[in-house]
Nanobody, 124 residues
Framework: QVVLVESGGGLVQAGGSLRLSCAAPGRTFSSRAMGWFRQASGKEREFVAAISRNDDSTEYADSVKGRFTISRDNVKNTVYLQMNSLKPEDTAVYYC?????????????????WGQGTQVTVSS
């Protein structure tokens, strides 16, 4: 099984920045597209960003375009989510996920491996 471990969550004020990291086993990470999802209290898990295995394609939710940047380091087997200009509505548990394909997807059900999540809280 693949074990994904997120880190970097925390409490920030609106307008601030945070960088999330997700580490995965090298053999699995190098052959999969990765994604970030989030789930706010009382809401469904939603897509945030995704990146292809070769780092040649990215997808972003409209709500985070221009503010968040997904990237990956295939040497370190880590995917990142740089979050700038954070808003209170960004508050959620953020999950890293791995897909069993090379291309990214916005669909939760198309990701097979998931981390435990890291809490991001943005205050007003």
């Amino acid at each position: 099984q693949v074990v994904l471990v997120e880190s970097g969550g925390g409490l920030v004020q609106a307008g601030g920045s945070l960088r999330l990291s997700c580490a995965a086993p090298g053999r699995t990470f190098s052959s999969r597209a990765m994604g970030w999802f989030r789930q706010a209290s009382g809401k469904e898990r939603e897509f945030v960003a995704a990146i292809s295995r070769n780092d040649d394609s990215t997808e972003y939710a409209d709500s985070v375009k221009g503010r968040f940047t997904i990237s990956r380091d295939n040497v370190k087997n880590t995917v990142y989510l740089q979050m700038n200009s954070l808003k209170p509505e960004d508050t959620a548990v953020y999950y890293c996920a791995a897909r069993c394909y090379l291309s990214p997807s916005r669909v939760v059900s198309e990701y097979y491996y998931w981390g435990q999540g890291t809490q991001v809280t943005v205050s007003s």
